[in-house]
């Protein structure tokens, strides 16, 4: 499991974790299927992996701030 930087909540990420057999895991991972939110903003210290609440959160945000 990964912890997200920003909350501490732990979430899989196909990317980083292995699969259900200790393997890498084949399956995409949740955060392929959102809108691409580059750079993640570090200001808070928050550099790594977040979890589905923290990313979908950032995206709106980033969602509003637009002209």
Known sequence: MSI???CGA??????ADPGPD???DPTPCWCT????TV???DGDGAVG???????????AAQVLKRP
């Open 39 to 41: 750079p993640v903003p």
């Open 49 to 59: 992996c977040w979890c589905p609440a923290c990313l979908k959160a950032h995206i």
């Open 10 to 15: 732990t979430f899989h990420c196909a990317m």
């Open 4 to 6: 997200c930087e920003r």
């Open 33 to 36: 299927q959102l809108p691409p």
């Open 22 to 24: 200790g393997q890498a």
